[in-house]
């Protein structure tokens, strides 16, 4: 199976660059999610309210992908 995505440039330029672009969002967004877990996970002087902030920070990115039908795992 092939996909093959074509744009009209210079019209389409910023369709282009989000398509172009998405692969590198999509791990900026997987090493933020990771920087968080590991705050929670491993930070042993992490006080309980930026535990609970970095958990809902988690939670609410989660959820924001999800409601865009976005799964990064």
């Known amino acids: 199976m092939k996909a093959i995505l074509e744009f009209e440039l210079p ?13 590198l969002l999509k791990a ?3 090493k933020f999610d990771n920087m968080l877990r590991d705050k929670v ?11 609970y902030g970095y958990e809902d920070t988690r939670a609410l ?11 990064l795992w």
Do not use: M, T, V
Not at 61 to 67: E, F, H, V
């Open 11 to 23: 019209e389409e330029a910023d369709a282009f660059e989000e398509a172009e672009q998405g692969a």
């Open 28 to 30: 900026a967004i997987q």
């Open 41 to 51: 996970k491993y930070d042993g002087n992490l006080l309980p309210n930026l535990r």
């Open 61 to 71: 990115l989660a959820s924001c992908l999800r409601s865009k039908g976005i799964d």
